[in-house]
């Protein structure tokens, strides 16, 4: 029988280098041996890649927080019928730029949703999915919002007051806090060679505990 593969997700907040550092994930997970599937959020399907650019389009302002998280939900849950879960039961393993943790941290911490209404939709929507691993990319949003800053254009999360992204960070840190054994957070703020080193470092060690 074949045996299923494992779901790893990236997070973090804006200017953490997440998209830099998938290919470091990848490329260990690969080295391990591991037929990796990679993604991403809001996105990954035709359907959610639709939903993504209402999302992130200026234009689209204001959006009200509850529409945007049930926007997220949608994407996502086309996302894990589509790709995660049929992924996951072919043996294949599924690294994603970012899944739910990041709607605790945006649209709950930043946003100032009710965690509750979250953990609802999560329930009732993915049945309880969650990833195996995720490896959360921490440092200032004042250091990641001038990261940001550098990009071509800002979408419309981008944009946003350093409060906000205040709020993100410990929503995030808070995640990590309550469930320990799931995350293994990494200071960004480091030069980017300590920056994959770590990342390497905590990835192994998770997958050798997988394995022992």
């Known amino acids: 029988m074949q045996a299923k593969g494992k779901f790893i997700t990236l997070e973090g907040g804006e200017g953490v280098g997440k998209t830099t550092n998938l290919a470091v994930v990848k490329a260990c997970l690969e080295a391990a041996g591991k037929r990796v ?14 939903i993504r650019s209402i999302l992130l389009d200026k234009g689209n302002t204001p959006l009200l927080a509850s529409a945007e998280l049930l926007l997220i939900f949608a994407a996502r849950v086309q996302h894990v019928e589509e790709v ?43 049945d309880n999915l969650q990833p195996d691993f995720t490896l959360l990319l921490d440092t200032s949003p004042a250091i990641g919002k001038c990261r940001a800053g550098l990009r071509a254009e800002l979408d419309r999360f981008e944009i ?18 309550a469930m320990p054994g799931r995350f293994g957070v990494i200071d960004a703020g480091l030069p980017l060679d300590q920056v994959k080193y770590e990342i390497s470092e905590k990835l192994t060690a998770w997958l050798n505990r997988e394995v022992a």
Not at 160 to 177: N, S, T, W
């Open 37 to 50: 599937l990679l993604t991403r959020e809001p996105g990954g399907t035709p359907i959610g890649e639709k």
């Open 84 to 126: 995660i879960r049929p992924a996951i039961e072919r043996g294949e393993w599924v690294l994603s730029d970012r899944f739910t943790d990041a709607s605790y941290a945006y649209q709950g911490g930043g946003r100032g949703i009710d965690s509750a209404r979250i953990a609802y939709l999560e329930t009732w929507l993915l």
């Open 160 to 177: 946003e007051e350093l409060a906000f992204f205040e709020r993100v960070r410990q929503g995030y840190l808070q995640r990590a806090k």
